[in-house]
């Protein structure tokens, strides 16, 4: 089966940092993605790993244990438009992208 | 237009209309993707095109009718639905290679309300 586990609800205050995890068991493997989605709008690619690792881009960062079966999205000096939920999604080996459920962060000031 | 188009943004229909879901993608992509995103629920892949033709179909009801045209257009004929498939109908397109895979790429989405 496929299976890809993420927290509802996180909430962090405006300059923070937060890191939201996600776990998964999928047939195969073959990269994972994080997206941000804001409500109402299509999601939008945010980083991709598929060696294990930290990837940096700007204020977000993610990583991989693929041993582990496991991610992170690291998301420093948080902004009030960071409010969105962020979605963890697999590609497996039928190169199809499987997503969790979402982790949607509240930014509060 | 850059980027994957869809309409229309909203759509409200019937139990038994027949309408269709549109959706263009201007990126040079080879792989399209519907998608279903419902309440509390992760994005539910329903259908995958790879080089027009349909490589997956996941259990979706008949109801729902993909048609992939060729490799920038997709499509979705809706008929005789029910009140639990409103929802918002995303489209995605990706390039797939032997050498190099892209990410997928969201259209804006089609909000689908039966009454």
């Known amino acids: 089966g496929q299976n890809i586990d993420q927290p509802t609800e996180m909430t962090a205050t405006e300059g923070a940092i937060v890191q939201i995890n996600c776990t998964y068991q999928?047939?195969?493997?073959?990269?994972l993605f994080w997206y941000q989605q804001h409500a109402g709008e299509a999601p939008t690619f945010l980083s991709y790993?598929?060696?294990?690792g930290l990837e940096e881009k700007g204020r977000f960062s993610s990583f991989l244990s693929r041993s582990k079966g496991y991610s992170y999205l690291l998301l420093k000096e948080l902004q009030m438009k960071d409010s969105a939920s962020y979605l963890c999604?697999?590609?497996?080996?039928?190169?199809?992208?499987?997503f969790g459920p979402g982790t949607r962060l509240s930014v509060l000031p | 237009e850059t980027g994957v188009t869809q309409t229309p943004r909203h759509l409200v229909m019937g139990m038994t209309n027949k309408k269709s879901l549109k959706c263009e993608q201007h990126?040079?992509?080879?792989?399209m993707y519907w998608y279903k995103q419902s309440a509390k629920k992760p994005l539910e892949l329903m259908f995958v095109?790879?080089?027009?033709?349909?490589?997956e179909n996941n259990s979706v009801p008949s109801r729902f009718s993909p048609e992939c045209p060729n490799s920038s257009h997709l499509f979705l004929h809706l008929h005789t639905l029910q009140p639990e498939d409103s929802a918002l109908y995303l489209c995605?397109?990706?390039?797939?290679?032997?050498?190099?895979?892209?990410?997928?790429?969201f259209g804006q989405g089609t909000r689908l309300t039966v009454v």
């Open positions: 995605a397109s990706s390039q797939e290679g032997q050498f190099f895979d892209t990410e997928a790429f």
């Open positions: 999928t047939s195969g493997f073959n990269g």
């Open positions: 790993n598929v060696l294990d």
């Open positions: 999604a697999v590609r497996n080996y039928g190169q199809n992208f499987v």
């Open positions: 990126l040079g992509h080879n792989a």
């Open positions: 095109y790879s080089l027009e033709e349909r490589v």
